[in-house]
């Protein structure tokens, strides 16, 4: 996995007069799972919206595929916090994931029975075909997510960028994200996600990105995800880094 899908050389981003990110290099090879962790504040989440443009960065470049995103944008997929969605705006669930196919049908057409026949088997891979007819606002926060994954899924990107998919969701749901996710690297795909469980960094991903405001390590798990970057990732002792690790 030598080639890069994308990167950032000296990204600063701030709210206001508050630095949320400084000199950021951060890099993510293709066909990786890369996991980017970091304590609340961090700007975890800030750095995906501003590589994705939601976010206006002070200073730096960012490249997907050697290209500025307006080049690439259809080969980019992004699932947003769940919490930013309003759940209970009266719809279902697979008129949900049908949404995700928007951006390549253009202005004037409206979705048909091929782009619904791609949500069903989007719905499928996320073991969410049962409740294709159900009210969104009926759904548990997991299935919830399962959805909304779903819906990044039928836009077919060859990189996705995944913000907190595991957060607050039950374990059936935790599993069947974990499945997808590595049927995608499978198949050739890279994920990027936002992720704050320590224990479970080594089982989802084979990349890391340690990250407090700026990057304090990045590189293959096996490598990269240590007791001391933890600590200086968290500003803690590394004896308290091995129980953050383990009981996260």
């Known amino acids: 996995m030598s080639a890069l899908v994308c990167s950032t050389t000296g990204l600063a981003v701030a709210y206001r007069d508050d630095p949320v990110l400084y000199d950021v290099?951060?890099?993510?090879?293709?066909g990786a799972i890369m996991g980017i962790i970091g304590p609340n504040g961090a700007g975890k989440s800030t750095l995906i919206k501003a590589m994705l443009g939601l976010v206006k960065p002070l200073t730096g470049t960012i490249d997907f595929f050697g290209q500025p995103l307006s080049k690439v944008r259809r080969r980019v997929g992004y699932m947003p916090q769940s919490t930013s969605v309003d759940w209970d705006f009266p719809t279902t669930v697979?008129?949900?994931?049908?949404?995700?196919t928007y951006g390549s049908l253009g202005w004037f057409r409206r979705p048909g029975k091929r782009e619904r026949a791609r949500a069903m088997t989007a719905l499928e891979q996320t073991g969410m075909t049962?409740?294709?007819n159900r009210q969104i606002g009926e759904l548990s926060g997991g299935q919830r997510q399962r959805?909304?994954?779903a819906r990044t899924l039928?836009?077919?990107p060859d990189l996705y960028f995944m913000d907190e998919p595991f957060q607050g969701i039950d374990a059936t749901s935790q599993q069947a994200i974990v499945e997808v996710l590595h049927a995608l690297q499978r198949s050739g795909k890279t994920v990027v996600i936002v992720h704050h469980d320590l224990a479970t960094v080594a089982d989802y991903c084979d990349h890391v990105t340690?990250?407090?405001?700026q990057v304090i390590a990045s590189g293959p798990v096996a490598e990269t995800f240590t007791r001391q970057a933890i600590a200086t990732t968290y500003d803690v002792s590394v004896?308290?880094?091995?129980?953050?690790?383990f009981a996260s």
Do not use: S, Y
Not at 239 to 245: I, R, Y
């Open 25 to 30: 290099d951060f890099a993510v090879p293709t």
């Open 94 to 100: 697979v008129d949900v994931v049908t949404m995700g």
């Open 130 to 132: 049962a409740f294709a």
């Open 147 to 149: 959805v909304f994954l």
């Open 154 to 156: 039928v836009q077919d």
């Open 210 to 213: 340690l990250l407090n405001r």
């Open 239 to 245: 004896e308290h880094a091995a129980f953050l690790e």
